[in-house]
Structures are given as C-alpha cells and as structure tokens.
C-alpha cells in the first residue's frame, strides 16, 4: 500500500499546458502500475493513462500526443505533462498505483481549462 500525493494542478486557457506530479510513500513503486485518473463534473472517474512497471503504457484516445507520462522509481514519483488543454480535460485528477490486486488513490488535484 502507497500514499500518493498530488500537485500540479490549477487553471489553463485553451492549448495551454500543465504539468501533474505525483508522490508515493510507502513503499517502493517499482512494481506498481503507475497512472492517472480524471473525474470531470458531473461525469464517471475515467482512465487518462498508466504505466506499466515492464514499460508498456495506456493512453485513453482522448489524450494521446497530448498527454505524456513519466516515472521516477527512484524519486517515487510520476508526473504528467499535458499540452494542447481543451474545456474537456477539466476535470479532477486522481493519481493511482496499482499492485494487483490492491489499487491506491491520490486526493485529487484540481485542473481547470478555460478562457
């Protein structure tokens, strides 16, 4: 079991950019999957993207060449780079770490996109 924290949130206009980081404590984070979850308002928690601890990674469609996913094992932490924003990505993110069949959740940071 891990404890993530989150930062990195806050507001963008529309092709802007933000840049997500997510702490673990805990334990070591090698083996976890490593991601990130979005609820937007009103709307179903959703997938954005995990990593793979053998490297392979997911991207939902709605995100991809928009979005990257990095990992520090060493640092414990995982980050998220998003460019390109648009109204929809406003949402609240959720870092995960799953070791199955245990999953972990972050608080949630907040990410706005508007005008």
């Known amino acids: 079991q891990v404890r993530l924290v989150e930062s990195g949130g806050g507001l963008a206009q529309p092709g802007g950019s933000l840049n997500l980081s997510c702490t673990a404590s805990g334990d070591d984070i090698t083996p976890y999957a490593m991601g990130w979850y979005r609820q937007p308002p009103g709307k179903e928690r959703e997938l954005v993207v995990l990593?793979?601890?053998?490297?392979?990674?997911n991207y939902a469609d709605s995100v991809k060449g928009r979005f990257t996913i990095s990992r520090d094992n060493m640092k414990s932490t995982v980050y998220m780079q998003m460019g390109n924003l648009r109204p929809y990505d406003t949402a609240v993110y959720y870092c995960y770490a799953l070791l199955v069949p245990n999953g972990d959740w972050g608080q949630g940071t907040r990410v706005s996109v508007s005008s």
């Open positions: 990593s793979w601890p053998a490297g392979s990674i």
